[in-house]
């Protein structure tokens, strides 16, 4: 066995995880009605390609491949299991297609579809954007948990009692009818922003896997404002994900350290994806109907005119935050709101904003409040407080290039 064999199997394998592995459990499930088993089957799979693809070498169609490898996976399974005859019926329809695709190496794609059956109201709400995020996007239990401050154990249980509903409960795979998509809506569009979200915590771009869960929760809001052009929320939701992938290569220096919002360079946004954003959010005003996502994304607009005008309309942030804190008085949309608060009323202000949140799990463990506070602090001349909320931001924060402009903010306030 050749080391350079090895590591070519390696890097195919998890680069078709990384790329594809959501397209491919959202077919085989659509088909095997199984979502469980599909992704078991999968799974099965991708470790049959390490030692396969070893030993052979890489196949030209990787996707076809541990496609055709997963759905004999799931026939092997349901004649040991002795399903009914219908259901084997159904998995030999997906091993002819699985023949065509390995032809053709392409299939379709099916992740919009298990996005709304995911968020089917007979599955437990609290498990609707978790399970959406494992399934659809491939987040791992431990990651999910974390992002939802829970033990990723109880994650863990909670994942599987949602996939088992799905299985008991018959649901339909399949686009529900037009009638049912709003009351789904709701949950499937926290999904793509809690996946966008993931990708760009990470500042450095360094991780090629969060970079991609980037692209695929652009992807999603595009194909949801296809299929329910109507909705605002929807064009308000991709609106802001433009508004903030478009600042994707202003965020890092060339040499990879962290750049705030305020001291960004306008000419390293991407003009066209601004202007993408500007004409979703024109189209969702026309609805009359206000909403989290349009007005988040209104507030990113503002900033975006910085690019035009060279100055940031702060008056205006403010009152799109007050307005967001009381449709959605998220933690996160009350920090932006003290930030806004500051800029136009003075630091005490704001830090009275920030002293109005009871100091729970989710505060004492959510960095931008403590950046934030410190930096507030900072402005008022409470240099013991701020050092103290410095070392907190410090602490909570997972990207190396976001600690070292803390600690370097903790410095500059504390000479």
Not at 37 to 55: I, K, Q
Not at 71 to 100: F, M
Not at 305 to 323: C, K, M, N, P, S
């Amino acid at each position: 066995m050749k080391a350079n064999e090895a590591m070519d199997a390696f890097q195919t394998v998890e680069s078709v995880a990384r790329a594809s592995y959501g397209r491919l459990v959202a077919y085989l499930s659509s088909r095997s009605h199984n979502l469980a088993e599909a992704e078991d089957a999968l799974s099965e799979a991708f470790v049959a390609a390490l030692e396969t693809w070893t030993r052979n070498g890489v196949p030209q169609k990787p996707e076809a491949w541990l496609l055709t490898a997963a759905r004999h996976k799931l026939i092997d399974g349901s004649r040991a299991a002795k399903v009914r005859t219908d259901s084997l019926s159904t998995l030999r329809i997906i091993a002819k297609e699985a023949q065509e695709i390995s032809q053709l190496g392409t299939f379709p794609d099916e992740r919009l579809k298990l996005l709304f059956i995911c968020a089917h109201p007979a599955i437990d709400a609290a498990a609707h954007t978790p399970l959406m995020l494992q399934t659809v996007l491939g987040l791992d239990a431990a990651r999910i948990a974390s992002a939802f401050l829970v033990a990723p154990k109880t994650m863990g249980q909670r994942l599987v009692r949602a996939k088992a509903k799905i299985r008991d409960a018959g649901i339909a795979f399949e686009v529900p009818e037009l009638s049912e998509l709003p009351t789904r809506l709701g949950a499937v569009m926290e999904a793509i922003y809690a996946a966008y979200g993931t990708a760009w915590e990470e500042v450095s771009g360094a991780d090629p896997r969060r970079r991609n869960l980037s692209n695929e929760a652009i992807w999603l809001a595009n194909v949801l404002v296809h299929l329910m052009p109507e909705e605002a929320e929807a064009r308000g939701l991709l609106a802001l994900l433009l508004h903030c992938e478009a600042r994707r290569k202003a965020r890092r220096s060339p040499e990879g350290n962290y750049i705030p919002l305020s001291e960004q360079d306008v000419l390293l946004w991407n003009s066209s994806m601004v202007e993408a954003a500007e004409q979703e959010l024109a189209i969702a005003s026309l609805s009359k109907s206000l909403g989290r996502f349009q007005l988040e994304a209104a507030i990113q607009s503002v900033h975006a005119q910085r690019a035009v005008t060279g100055q940031t309309h702060w008056e205006a942030i403010a009152l799109l935050y007050e307005a967001l804190v009381r449709l959605a008085p998220t933690l996160g949309a009350i920090v932006g709101q003290a930030a806004a608060t500051a800029q136009v009323y003075g630091s005490a202000s704001g830090l009275a904003v920030l002293d109005s949140i009871a100091l729970e799990q989710a505060a004492i463990t959510y960095q931008p409040y403590w950046a934030v506070r410190a930096h507030l602090l900072a402005e008022l001349g409470n240099s013991q407080e701020s050092q103290a909320a410095y070392i907190r931001a410090i602490g909570l924060s997972e990207d190396k290039q976001v600690r070292q402009f803390l600690i370097k903010q903790s410095l500059l306030r504390s000479s």
